[in-house]
């Protein structure tokens, strides 16, 4: 792995996140990622430098190249990105040389591996889930070779990270969604979108708060009086 030669000091707002999913986004609003607003506001920047790349598009990626007049992509430190935005403060960033898609995937895999706040199995299923999207890993067997990760537990997470869009925000927090849920809530999404979607304003609406262990019954048990 190729490591940087150089610190910079640049605007948080020319960084592009990196393509592969992550943290969830209500992260946001966590006490923890709070705390690290308030200190970075204080210290006028990130004490702990994030990683990213120049990028130097090649001929077909600048054709499908968003215009969000980014010259970085992070590699890794997207707490530490997102807070510096918010609280427009720079960036401290050790700049790399290109690195390959999957050397970059791994630094972030194993940033979050070593950091306090470890991703929780959603969080790790939509990491692995996009990278397979993204070819960064031909399958999940090389995936798991090349992180270290057990073939079961990446059958078990990837599972998790593919469910729709429309079945997570069902839950409050997706974080704590568990990974032998997966095979049944991808099986929801195939049934009545529209009449699944109006119930659960009707559910909302009604203000009858529920768990995450009886918002998955709920829609398992919904799912199958559809299909009924």
């Not at 393509?19 to 209500?26: F, L, M, N, S, V």
């Not at 032998?180 to 049934?191: G, I, K, P």
Request: proline residues 5%; hydrophobic residues 40%; aromatic residues 10%.
């Amino acid at each position: 792995m190729k490591f940087p030669k150089r610190l910079e000091q640049i605007d948080p707002n020319t960084v592009r996140l990196p393509p592969w999913h992550g943290r969830w986004e209500g992260d946001l609003q966590t006490s923890e990622f709070r705390r690290l607003a308030a200190s970075v506001a204080c210290t006028g920047g990130n004490i702990q430098p994030v990683y990213v790349r120049p990028i130097v598009p090649t001929f077909y990626e600048l054709l499908d190249a968003p215009e969000d007049g980014a010259k970085f992509q992070l590699i890794f430190g997207r707490r530490r990105l997102l807070a510096c935005r918010e609280c427009g403060v720079p960036l401290f960033a050790l700049v790399t040389r290109q690195w390959p898609a999957h050397e970059q995937f791994l630094a972030a895999f194993h940033e979050n591996l070593t950091t306090g706040s470890r991703l929780s199995a959603f969080e790790m299923g939509r990491m692995c889930y996009s990278a397979l999207e993204l070819n960064v890993y031909r399958n999940q067997r090389e995936l798991a070779k090349g992180t270290g990760l057990t073939a079961a537990y990446v059958s078990a997470v990837v599972d998790l990270g593919s469910l729709s869009n429309d079945v997570i925000r069902m839950f409050h927090d997706p974080r704590r969604l568990r990974a032998r849920w997966a095979a049944q809530l991808n099986d929801v999404h195939c049934f009545d979108r529209e009449r699944m979607e109006e119930r659960f304003e009707q559910l909302r609406v009604s203000g009858r708060g529920l768990s995450m262990q009886q918002t998955y019954e709920w829609l398992v048990g919904l799912a199958r009086e559809i299909a009924g």
